[in-house]
């Protein structure tokens, strides 16, 4: 066996390439580190938002610009019985038919300054699926009244409050404007259906209000369609902040120069 081996070395330097990329650039690194700072936040917390709200006044009418609006109740003069063959006169724009005595209304008692309507808004007129977004109280301190005898036998007369209200930038200008989201984004909701209640604080009850009188009803006075004649719609417009109302039954605009006028619904007779 031939153990004996013989290398040959070369006089030139050898040399082995391996590709490894190799960057030295660490320009924008930190940008790169705020970048991720900001998706780790961002998944945790969420991004902000901007729960700012805007102010809409409702929308000028007619050729002098108007923006009024004239809200006017009226309460049932008679008891659940009757409603089959009341007539539209028997419902009255006075809060002495809602229950209060004229000296509870000239002397403004607890009862009185205590009571109010409950305007909602909701997004729907679903019973069962609907949201209630927002509330305005309406007080009963109105500016308008109405004369009362105050002493038969005097013959004495007094000014009273009324459900009568005209709502607008100036003067009585509670109720007037409606507060809402500035971002659409957040919930985008433009339209409204608008429900009234009254709060007797005398009873402790609430009164539900509807936008024709009962007499108008052809049929069952008591059986109806309550999406029809509890509610009516408004529609927000973002360019101008500014709403209108609308008729469900004829989709018109209403309230801009004719009465915003409410009903009170009687419940059917107990059996």
Known sequence: ?????RFILSDNNQSIDIPIEIKWDFNGHTDS?????????????????????????????GTENQS??????????????DIPTSVDTDWVMSYQQAG????????????VVKSFFKVDFYDSTD???????????????????????????????????????VLDYVFDKEGFFIYWLRDKNILNLTEFYMSIKFFDAKNGVFVRMMTIPQSQLTGMKF??????????????????FTYKL??????SRIANGTPFMWYEYVNPPKV
């Not at 900001?38 to 009418?61: C, M, N, Q, T």
């Not at 209060?100 to 403004?108: A, M, N, R, W």
């Not at 000014?159 to 209200?165: C, E, G, H, K, L």
């Open 1 to 5: 066996m031939n153990n004996s081996y």
């Open 33 to 61: 580190i705020e970048i991720y700072e900001d998706e780790v936040i961002e998944e945790i917390i969420g991004l902000p938002k901007d729960y700012e709200i805007s102010r809409f006044a409702h929308d000028y009418y």
């Open 68 to 81: 009024s609006i004239e809200y006017q109740f009226y309460f049932f003069n008679g008891t659940s019985v």
């Open 100 to 111: 209060f005595s004229i000296e509870e209304l000239y002397y403004q008692t607890r009862p």
């Open 127 to 165: 019973n069962l699926t609907q949201k209630n977004y927002f509330t305005i109280i309406l007080p009963t301190n109105s500016v308008k009244r109405e004369t009362v005898i105050l002493n038969s036998i005097l013959g004495t007369t007094a000014d009273v409050i009324t459900p009568n209200f």
């Open 223 to 240: 059986l109806f369609d309550q999406e029809l004649y509890f509610y009516r719609k408004v529609v927000l417009d973002y360019t101008n």
């Open 246 to 251: 609308y008729d469900l039954i004829s989709n």
